[in-house]
């Protein structure tokens, strides 16, 4: 198993993403429910997997046997994104039943930036979207990886998006390992679900 080569841009391959999300600031509205955080949990931690090729990608949670308090708190969705077709199909839990939800490929205006860092051994670059006036999304991608996908729906960079972060650092995901791997079809097949959102 090839980690990755500088040699050529990457066209394939699967990343393990870490996902922190900071559950005071993500339940900054619920004060009853903040009281019960206890420092140690704090932040949780989600681990995701992207397989990708130049035209499409599966972003999906990894299973985990261990089961905290606050599994309510985040969500676990399952994004597929097709350049092709231009669409994208979200599987969500919503009380235990998954919804699927179709539209079309998200289109965010980007400010790429001279910001730069290193991401699971791949030199990045800084960009920013403005969602609206009053909140930001830090996106960093690498040019050795030629499309443009990322966590959740993003996309629309010039390279592989990598690292991603809420400007209030409630939410952030980051690349921590990158494998150069041809992915199997089936990975790329929709599960069925049973309800339309």
């Known amino acids: 198993m090839v980690l990755h080569s500088h040699s050529a841009q990457i066209t394939y391959g699967k990343v393990t993403y870490e996902r922190k999300t900071n559950l005071y600031k993500r339940l900054k509205h619920w004060e009853d429910v903040k009281e019960w955080v206890k420092e140690s949990e704090k932040v949780k931690v989600d681990e995701f997997e992207l397989t990708f090729t130049d035209s499409l990608s599966c972003f999906k949670p990894v299973e985990s046997e261990y089961r ?77 990886i030629v499309p443009g996908f990322g966590p959740e729906s993003f996309n629309g960079l010039p390279g592989l998006i990598l690292g991603l972060a809420s400007e209030d650092g409630g939410t952030i995901y980051f690349a921590k390992k990158v494998e150069v791997i041809q992915p199997k079809p089936e990975v790329f097949q929709l599960p069925k679900t049973k309800r339309n959102l």
């Open 68 to 144: 905290d308090n606050f599994e309510w708190a985040t969500s676990l969705n399952t994004t597929y994104q097709n350049k092709t077709s231009d669409s994208k199909v979200t599987f969500k839990k919503i009380w235990g039943e998954e919804f699927m939800l179709k539209d079309s490929l998200s289109k965010r205006k980007w400010k790429i930036t001279d910001g730069q860092r290193t991401i699971a051994g791949f030199n990045c670059r800084k960009a920013i979207w403005v969602e609206n006036d009053s909140s930001r999304v830090y996106a960093w991608y690498a040019d050795e």
